[in-house]
């Protein structure tokens, strides 16, 4: 695990290529792409796992849903995408703020799970 670089990203502290940005979201490219289009969606709240969301922060979780599949048809991903999270050790996880891969720009192998 890595620090939070993220929250440094949202308050400018480190610089980042933004893809789109408003009062609660920050969609930034990632910075080691695995696909032509790879961007991460983040709510600006700090919520270091999915367990920290409470009933009252679900609302931001679906937006960032809805942000996601918003600006893929705006940005021309018209045939598809894919959304991934990364979730502890086992599941990945190096930077402890929460944040949604998009994948698309090309056609996606099935294989999600490399060894
Ligand atoms: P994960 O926590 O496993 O979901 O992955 C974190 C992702 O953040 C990785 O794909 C990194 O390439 C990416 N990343 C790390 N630091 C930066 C940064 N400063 N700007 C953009 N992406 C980053």
Redesign the pocket.
Known sequence: MISD?FCK?INGE?P?ERVFEDDDYLV?????PVAPVHW?IMPKKHFEKLDDFGKKDVELLGGALRLADKLAHERGLLKGYRLII?EGEDG????PHL?I?LLGGKRLGQKIVQD
Not at 28 to 32: G, L
């Open positions: 670089v990203i480190l980042a930034v490219k990632d910075i080691n991460l990364n990945g996880k190096l930077v944040h891969h």
